[in-house]
């Protein structure tokens, strides 16, 4: 395999003592030339680890591969084309007045598609949404279109990925007092939707860098935890969305995202999220992601800038 070849140079040039940059660099003239050298495909039923340390990225918090608050290109698990991989996550966010609880798994299929099955359970800290308990369900599907981000060193096309987010409220608790029982008290139109984007991703080896835009459309109020459409609106938006990372070491990422929302709801002003991070992969069965997000306002109820930590651990094989 020949990702397997150029894991093991990486390895040994880090033993050798060789800087990471010129190892990169090294691996990003190498890797085009996979197109001449692996010219047949070699089936495994068993999950074969065979992509680069951390080009599966990590399962960002509605359950699809990519970063913490964005869908990128690349595919979840480390199954090459000739195999599958899958990963099982756990994302906590805590802000100031909310925390967002989410879990999930996803499938990496001949690195072509994933499938993705996430929960998501939101709840209130301060008076009065101190009761606060909404449940979400996302199921996920993302097939890639177009390009490789590893073997593509030698042309600037992007690896290109389509994906669909479906999502449907499982529960809504704790507004009682405020006489809220369901979704569209608040303004919302419906309490399932999908999600709808494009994404492309672009590893630069050379430069040890990672850039990414998501385009997505969308009716989602707060990524659909307060439902969708609203009396502000009802229509599907394009959202911008775009994250870049650093590689300063092949097991380390730092970088940043920035993600766009509509505002469709009268009793919340909601704004772009945004976030800073750093994910750490110790090996290709775990991966440690810790970040600082900044979600905007939540509802007019608690009307303050959310902000706090984020952390988030993947297992997979």
Known sequence: MFNALAEDLLIALQQQGVAQGAAFRLVAKL?????????????SATPDMGKLLATGGVIQVEGAGGGG???????????????????????????QDYQLASYGVAVGIADRLEISLADQQF??????????????????????LAGDVVYDQDSAMPQLAAGILYKRHQRLDGLAALGVSKLPQLGARDDHGY???????????????????????TRANQMGLLGFGGDQGNRMRLMPEFSVAYLPDRKLAIGAEYRRKPHNLGIDHEKAYYDVFVAWFPGKNLSLTAAYAVLGDITTFNPKRQRGAYL???VGF
């Open 31 to 43: 890797a085009p030339m996979q197109r001449d050298i692996v010219t047949a495909r070699a089936a």
């Open 69 to 95: 608050i964005v869908p990128w290109a690349l595919i979840s698990g480390y199954g090459t084309r000739d195999s599958w991989g899958a990963n099982a996550h756990y994302t906590y966010l805590s802000t």
């Open 123 to 144: 709840k209130g800290s301060l008076a009065p949404l101190d009761k606060l308990d909404i449940r979400q369900q996302i199921v996920g599907v993302k097939v890639k």
């Open 195 to 217: 999600d709808y984007y494009l994404a492309a991703t672009r590893l630069m080896l050379e430069h040890s860098l990672l850039l990414n835009a998501t385009l997505r459309a």
């Open 312 to 314: 988030s651990a993947q």
